[in-house]
């Protein structure tokens, strides 16, 4: 009779020892996300689930400090009539909206950081009138034009552009992400959606803006 109590007993601890791995193993895959997506919620954005990988590639000797376009665009040589300008002790190359920097021996495009000024806006920039205030488009970078008296004539500043701005078009290098199961687009740290505008026509409006400065 003992020795029918001990074996009851010992089979009743390995079921429990089973049962307690078998729970412990659920709650792990139950946290496992199998899809993450980027959520919206007072302008902060979770994780991000890019929707292909045509846009992943980065130069292998990135320097940190600079913000890189999306695809990895590197040139020989500067276009002629380039300006350089240093920002916050890091050089850039600006031409006709594109802003390039040191790249070894050649040149690569890269994003200029919010507050980075020009005199000139590029050809082919878009004035977008928001309320009181006026943005002008440009190849994913938004300007202000500054009320400041500056001497070197540096008066256009690149900017955050405001939730519900619309543009026609973005860039070709803009990414898909996944937010709340929708299709959105990524480019230079700004989200947009696509939308039919007033006049029937497919536009982009922007939904997030993150400070990078």
């Not at 003992?2 to 601890?13: D, P, Q």
């Not at 008066?155 to 937010?179: H, R």
């Not at 959105?184 to 536009?203: C, H, P, R, T």
């Amino acid at each position: 009779m003992k020795t029918i109590k001990r074996i009851l007993g010992i089979s009743v601890l390995l079921m429990s020892l089973l049962v307690s791995n078998e729970m412990q193993g659920q709650k792990r895959s139950s946290n496992r996300s199998v899809k993450s997506e980027r959520k919206i919620a007072d302008n902060r954005i979770g994780q991000n689930q890019r929707g292909n990988d045509r846009c992943r590639v980065q130069p292998i000797r990135r320097n940190p400090h600079y913000r890189y376009s999306n695809n990895r665009r590197v040139i020989r040589t500067l276009p002629r009539h380039h300006v350089r300008i240093v920002y916050r002790g890091l050089p850039y190359f600006y031409f006709s909206g594109i802003y390039y920097t040191t790249f070894g021996d050649e040149y690569i495009v890269v994003m200029p950081p919010r507050g980075f000024r020009v005199s000139v806006l590029p050809v082919g920039h878009v004035r977008i009138v928001v309320g009181p205030s006026v943005y002008f488009y440009h190849s994913g970078v938004y300007y202000l034009e500054t009320t400041e008296v500056v001497s070197n004539g540096e008066k256009y500043e690149v900017t955050n552009p405001p939730v519900g701005i619309e543009i026609a078009n973005i860039s070709e290098d803009a990414e898909e992400v996944y937010i709340d199961g929708k299709v959105f687009y990524e480019f230079n740290d700004v989200i947009y959606k696509e939308i039919i505008n007033d006049d029937g026509n497919l536009a982009y409006e922007v939904v997030f803006s993150k400070n990078n400065n």
